[in-house]
């Protein structure tokens, strides 16, 4: 290979530059380095995110299905390749290890969950602010973000994500107490809220929102209604479109289309009936759920537990029963005065996101009292206690399930629908018992899938979970697969034999969550989630982006039970869940929030309603409540404050996949060349962008030995469809291997020699050089580091012939991408090092005027701002003063025509008192003009620190050049 330490070296500072915040290439490292494919809109708003160094970060939001996840990935690796490494994401708690995994898949990221057990393990192990980490990236929920505000305050990040963050968008309203905490704890810090769903009932939400990302976008709340909360004209339009412009972007599917291909929801509804025992079983536990009095739920959790039994009487008579029996115990440790179990941890072992759910529906802390039982208590547990033990007895006398029953149907006719599609005959079955997923797998086992079915769930503890994990282990041995977090590396073990032997997977909630199992196109709901979230969550882990072939969504449906059919009717209809492209929409999805509030409402009528009438009227009330609240009118404020014209957008998107395409290949080409050189006798290459490691360079190093492959994107700027074999370990930029081998070639001795670029033998056309062929000359490579408002790295590079010809220093870089060779050292003289001089003094001047004008409109911006929220803090006072001026001015006027002298006083009193608030009000004007200046003093000696640039120049070689 014709490449010499000169391209090694200037690839290697190449690759590691650090870029200006407004450059597409600033990203591409990130690109290059995760597992994601090239979509123009992600690198559109991630740059959007950081357009400016003195932004506080923004709102991206997209519509539903376009990747926000992945725009926040690109956002965070870019960080942490920029070493910031402080950065927490809040999302809700069943997302958290979604988050965790996509970190680490697509991103090659490390993360760790913040939890009650982690946090305080943490403490214990000495980290007395387990927030204060720079190994992992943090992730937490809302709920603990808001208990541990205290801590998040007092630690210095770099970057907060806040997913699904329109939670936060009653912020304006003192009693939302989770969003107050977390703004009030980020208020100084970059932030990127993430969210489909920013304006749903109330212009005023956008500014909640706004307001958490930047409190100086808008003045107060009331400036802000008596400006902007009756939009009708297009001058106010165009003025709040302008003030949101720098802080929120919004891309619509339509406007992706030709990058992104959509499937479909397929439907299918199995309705059974449940036997006769069955049923009475369901009517007996209903009915007892819905006592007044229950002695072996505690009252505190009620609400909770019986959302939990009421699942787990749903999911199949093993589940129930497990249950039963718990509560038998536990009533007769009661009498027996016998030490009591946790019994929502009992639960947890088998309704896996019991935890979870305990979380989301706790509002405040829980106090425990000791409770003394009297006599009459005493008899009533012993009733409670002999009912439990018929309704377990009922249940372990039940052998026919009917639902499992129908499940052999439902899959029959699923896989049909798979081969119509020509889709792999694979079935993702979800339930939200332990005990039943092991029913199920038992049976399925028995009867025509034996070695086919495959568990997964929390723990994957059981024996063919185990021997699967270990036979991966062996397998995956000495590659970068095996990461050495048992759970992680378990997880991954069983997704592959999923996708390799097994046909049926049998999952629990644990599933739902991180994995990507897009190889599987049948989807059955065994059981069904009351959370439309959850459902979604589902759903998403094999109808996502890459999924080739429509996705077949089999649900089951009691027909004999009538709140059962209000639900499903909801979810299908209501919702959308099953069928189309995209689910539930982004409205729906956004009216109710977690989805926990409507769990809550549906299991309120299950306690509350016992005639079939009575859940009719319930259902109906709920789905009347659930009408969208977006009204048209508030539909179109979203559209024309938010979104651009389509045909501008997809001209944008068009360019800059161009020149990120483009960018993509130019550095992947760099990486590659570079590694082939360093590594040279060390590794055998192919020419599909893969080597087989022969011996590792880094001793010290853990380097896997065995294949790479550079995962190059094809012609679409698709990764996902290229298909890696086991063996290899993924290579790029952020690797171990190759960071160690970019930094060797930093190091490389290159002392002034004479280097032959022979442009006849290679590859490459530049046709600005074919000028020059036959000419000699002289080059010298700088690298600059301005660091004003943030740190940038460029090249000055000053070449010229031997007739005093200069080359334009862009075109003089090219010369590295032709074939070469190195002859004699040289050595310059006077002449030449003055020519150097003058030339790359002008090139420094040039960046340094290019960098001082962007920070001159970086500011320009801020000042903008802070003017704009003077006008609107000075609007909000002066109208409040102008309201007590026309109080003031009628009261006298009553108090004249007042001939009673006591109320004439009285009048006077009230008058008086009005003019003392007036005149606190023309203080709080003044104050908040003073306010605005402290403002921007401080914005002002802020910029003007950083506008003493700081400017390292570092000599790269000088080389004596000749063009062939």
């Not at 010499?4 to 530059?17: C, I, Q, S, V």
């Not at 941890?345 to 409770?371: H, K, M, P, R, Y």
């Not at 291997?737 to 290679?762: H, M, W």
């Amino acid at each position: 290979m014709n490449f010499t330490d000169y391209h090694a070296k200037f690839f290697a500072f190449d690759l590691t530059r650090q870029l200006p915040s407004n450059s597409i290439g600033k990203f591409v490292s990130s690109l290059q380095d995760a597992q994601v494919d090239l979509n123009p809109h992600q690198v559109d708003a991630a740059l959007f995110a950081f357009q400016s160094p003195l932004s506080k970060g923004a709102i991206l939001a997209d519509e539903v299905g376009l990747g926000k996840t992945i725009e926040a990935g690109i956002i965070l690796s870019q960080q942490w390749a920029e070493r910031k490494r402080k950065l927490l994401i809040i999302a809700p708690s069943n997302l958290r290890k979604q988050w965790n995994q996509e970190l680490i898949d697509k991103f090659f990221l490390p993360s760790i969950i913040l939890e009650t057990k982690s946090f305080n393990y943490e403490v214990k192990s000495g980290n007395l602010n387990p927030f204060n980490q720079s190994e992992n990236i943090l992730i937490c929920s809302y709920q603990f973000a808001k208990s541990k505000a205290h801590y998040i305050e007092q630690t210095k990040w770099d970057l907060v994500i806040i997913d699904e963050a329109h939670r936060l968008r009653n912020v304006y309203k003192p009693s939302n107490k989770t969003a107050n905490a977390i703004k009030e704890a980020l208020m100084p810090y970059k932030k990127v809220l993430l969210t489909a769903t920013p304006l749903q009932n109330s212009i005023l939400e956008l500014y909640g929102l706004v307001s958490i990302i930047d409190d100086y976008v808008f003045g107060d709340l009331k400036s802000f209604k008596a400006q902007y909360s009756r939009i009708v004209d297009e001058e106010n339009y165009a003025e709040l479109r302008n003030r949101i412009k720098p802080v929120c972007h919004r891309t619509l599917r339509k406007q992706v289309l030709e990058y992104i291909n959509y499937t479909n929801r397929i439907p299918i509804c199995e309705k059974f009936k449940p036997t006769e025992e069955e049923h009475k079983l369901y009517i007996l536990v209903s009915e007892y759920l819905q006592r007044e009095k229950l002695y072996a739920l505690p009252n505190s959790q009620r609400q909770l537990m019986t959302l939990i039994l009421r699942k787990l009487l749903a999911s199949s008579s093993y589940a129930i029963y497990g249950t039963l029996n718990s509560l038998v115990v536990k009533l007769e440790n009661l009498l027996s005065k016998h030490e009591i179990n946790d019994l929502l941890l009992e639960l947890d072992e088998d309704f896996e996101t019991a935890d979870e759910l305990e979380e989301e529906w706790q509002e405040e802390e829980i106090l425990v009292e000791e409770i003394v039982y009297s006599e009459q208590d005493i008899e009533n547990i012993k009733d409670e206690l002999k009912d439990l033990k018929e309704y377990r007895l009922l249940a372990q006398h039940i052998r026919k399930n009917s639902k499992a029953e129908h499940l052999f149907t439902a899959l029959e006719k699923g896989f049909t629908e798979l081969e119509r599609l020509g889709a792999n005959k694979k079935a993702l079955i979800f339930t939200e018992s332990r005990r039943t997923q092991d029913f199920l797998y038992n049976i399925l086992e028995a009867r025509g899938y034996k070695d086919k079915v495959v568990l997964f769930n929390g723990t994957n503890t059981d024996e063919k979970s185990k021997r699967i994990y270990k036979e991966w282990l062996i397998k995956h041995k000495g590659t970068d697969k095996v990461t050495g977090s048992p759970t992680a590396d378990k997880r991954s073990a069983l997704v592959e034999y999923f996708k390799n032997d097994a046909t049926i997977m049998i999952a629990t909630e644990a599933a739902a969550e991180g994995i990507n199992l897009q190889f599987c196109s049948l989807i059955v709901n065994f059981d069904m989630p009351w959370n439309p979230q959850r459902i979604e969550q589902r759903i998403g882990r094999c109808h996502r982006y890459g999924q080739k072939h429509d996705v077949v969504v089999v649900n089951f449906l009691n027909v004999k039970n009538e709140a059962d059919v209000r639900v499903y009717e909801l979810l299908d209809q209501k919702f959308q869940l099953f069928n189309g492209v995209f689910g539930a929409s982004d409205e729906v999805l956004g009216s109710i929030g977690t989805g926990v509030d409507f769990e809550k409402r549906i299991a309120q009528i299950y306690n509350n309603c016992r005639k079939p009438e009575e859940i009719q009227e319930a259902f109906d009330q709920l789905q009347n409540d659930l009408k969208p609240q977006i009204s048209e009118r508030l539909e179109e404020v979203k559209s024309t404050l938010m979104e651009n014209f389509d045909e501008e957008v997809r001209e944008k998107l068009r360019s800059s996949m161009l020149e990120t395409k483009e960018s993509l290949s130019r550095f992947e080409d760099k990486l590659w060349k570079t590694t082939q050189y360093f590594l040279a006798e060390k590794a055998h290459f192919q020419n599909d962008y893969s080597f087989k490691l022969l011996e590792n360079p880094f001793p010290n190093e853990n380097i896997h030995a065995g294949p790479y492959m550079i995962l190059k994107a094809n012609e679409h700027g698709r990764k996902s469809e290229i298909e890696i074999p086991d063996d290899t370990n993924v290579y790029r930029v952020g690797h171990k291997l190759a960071q160690r081998i970019l930094q060797g070639c930093k190091e490389l001795d290159t002392p002034i020699k004479e280097v032959i670029f022979d442009y006849t033998n290679s590859n490459t056309k530049i046709v600005y050089l074919e000028q020059f062929i036959g000419t000699s000359g002289w080059m010298k490579i700088q690298l600059i580091q301005v660091n004003s408002f943030e740190l940038e790295e460029y090249f000055l590079i000053s070449c010229f012939t031997d007739d005093g010809i200069i080359i334009d220093d862009e075109m003089a870089g090219r010369f590295f991408s032709l074939n070469a060779c190195s002859k004699d050292e040289f050595s310059s003289n006077q002449v030449i090092e003055q020519t150097f001089k003058e030339s790359l003094f002008s090139l420094k001047q040039e960046i340094l005027n290019e960098n001082a004008l962007r920070n001159h409109n970086f500011f320009d911006v801020e000042m903008d701002k802070l003017d704009q929220w003077a006008d609107d803090m000075k609007i909000s006072l002066e109208k409040e003063i102008k309201d007590i001026d026309a109080e003031i001015k009628l009261k006298k006027a009553e108090a004249k025509k007042t001939l009673n002298l006591e109320l004439k006083v009285k009048a006077q009193r009230e008058i008086k008192e009005l003019e003392s608030k007036r005149s606190e009000k023309r203080r709080r004007l003044f104050q908040a003009q003073d306010d605005i200046d402290i403002r921007k003093e401080d914005l002002l000696t802020d910029i003007e620190q950083r506008l003493n640039q700081k400017i390292i120049e570092k000599d790269i070689f000088s080389i004596r050049w000749k063009l062939i």
